[in-house]
């Protein structure tokens, strides 16, 4: 039976992307060169938004044993003291989780595993590798691991499969992008930084999203459930350990060797949207990272890819169902694209920064904006709104997220 939809790359947007089809009715192939649904992504942020969405959806992620719910984002300076505090309370009424939670990416697989493995219009389709694309068919050309090479036809070829897209490549989608001038430098350590702050400066607990900021440099902190991750910014002509060492001595209130590092991991940032996400010569639609990357500040990216496939799918199916034109796909999709280009990348440069920022004049006003915001309910409620993407439209009457009824 030919597939309506077929599917290329069963990351996270593209696991998503099938079920959400699935269950409006679409017979999907999911094809995916592992051997099992697996991420590399080391992204671990899950925003509000993204939470109500998969809520609504059955998927709860919040029950997971590895989730950590941070409450409030916190600004200090290197000795420790809060500088500024704004707490995800100021979301209540707008969002059913007012707080992000901290969880790999592999969680949701494996949760999406056992909610497709339910889904008989589903089939999975691993160790295959996608090596063209034909528009006009639409069809898509996969390879396995024993190199035979076969064509398989649909209704619609949606590309999730990464920034370095082959669907997106072969549907003659352009993709400008550019690297930054700075990169990010990820360690990963043992220690529980809220048990580690200097006496006298734990009147308020350590959040789980901490940004220190000192002598010229910054530190971002993200608990995770077994570890907590340091990020820095670089701009590789370090080691990646003097690097680290340097920030953690400048911005916080402990040294490197206060630390137990299992691993250091140095990753250079991009940022790019693709010209469409939906190809001007056929039904080829890409999502996610095949779509657009941006700065990891935030963690923005993975939930608006997870976005792109709420906001597309219900469309993508009553247009396979001929309750729609094509034109709507179209409409949904240059909306979205609009936004990751003029909202979510500019949020993700700003962050990046406020956090490097070594002019003394511009530095004081990023500190002032900070200060605003905790001094300000209305600013640090529109603040945690931009951030949490709960501006994010997903129709083409600009509909967005609120709290279900």
């Known amino acids: 039976m030919t597939p309506e939809a077929v599917i290329v790359g069963a990351g996270p947007v593209g696991a998503l992307s099938a079920l959400l089809l699935a269950r409006r009715g679409v017979s999907v192939e999911l094809i995916e060169a592992h051997a099992t649904l697996t991420t590399e992504s080391h992204a671990s942020t899950f925003h509000p938004s993204t939470l109500d969405l998969l ?3 059955g998927i709860e992620l919040t ?3 590895d989730a950590v719910r941070v409450k409030s984002i916190q600004w200090r300076d290197n000795r420790g003291q809060i500088r500024a505090e704004v707490d995800y309370r100021l979301l209540d009424g707008i969002t059913r989780h ?4 901290h969880l790999e990416q592999q969680a949701l697989l494996d949760r999406l595993a056992i909610l497709l493995a339910a889904e008989h219009r589903i089939s999975f389709r691993p160790g295959l590798t996608a090596t063209n694309v034909d528009p006009t068919g639409p069809s898509v050309t996969v390879s396995s691991e024993g190199g035979r090479d076969h064509t398989l036809t649909a209704g619609v070829i949606i590309g999730c499969d990464g920034s370095r897209s082959a669907v997106r490549a072969a549907a003659g989608i352009g993709f400008p992008s550019s690297e930054y001038p700075t990169g990010a430098i990820r360690a990963h350590m043992t220690e529980d930084l809220a048990e580690l702050m200097p006496p006298n400066r734990g009147e308020q607990s350590l959040s789980g999203l901490c940004y220190f900021r000192g002598k010229g440099d910054g530190v971002s902190t993200l608990r995770m459930a077994r570890s907590t991750r340091l990020i820095v910014r670089t701009t590789h002509h370090d080691d990646d350990f003097r690097r680290l060492s340097e920030a953690v001595a400048n911005a916080t209130p402990w040294s490197i060797d206060d630390f137990s590092i299992d691993r250091i991991d140095n990753y250079r940032l991009n940022r790019g949207v693709a010209d469409c996400y939906l190809a001007r010569l056929g039904p080829v639609l ?3 990272d095949a779509a657009h990357v941006t700065s990891t500040a935030g963690g923005l990216n993975m939930n608006a890819g997870l976005q792109d496939a709420f906001a597309l799918m219900p469309v993508v199916a009553d247009w396979l169902h001929g309750e729609t034109a094509l034109e709507s796909i179209a ?3 240059a909306l ?8 979510v990348i500019p949020r993700s440069e700003r962050r990046v ?3 490097q920022e070594l002019d003394s004049a511009a530095l004081k006003e990023h500190l002032d904006d900070i200060d605003h915001l905790a001094a300000d309910p209305d600013a640090g409620r529109r603040f945690l709104i931009e951030a949490s993407l709960l501006d994010m439209p997903l129709t083409p009457a600009g509909a967005q997220l609120r709290k279900a009824q």
């Open 55 to 57: 809520a609504a959806e």
């Open 63 to 65: 029950n997971h044993p």
């Open 98 to 101: 007012p707080f992000r939670i």
């Open 286 to 288: 890409i999502l996610g």
């Open 331 to 333: 409409e949904v999709a």
């Open 336 to 343: 979205r694209r609009e936004y990751l280009e003029h909202q």
């Open 353 to 355: 920064k406020g956090l």
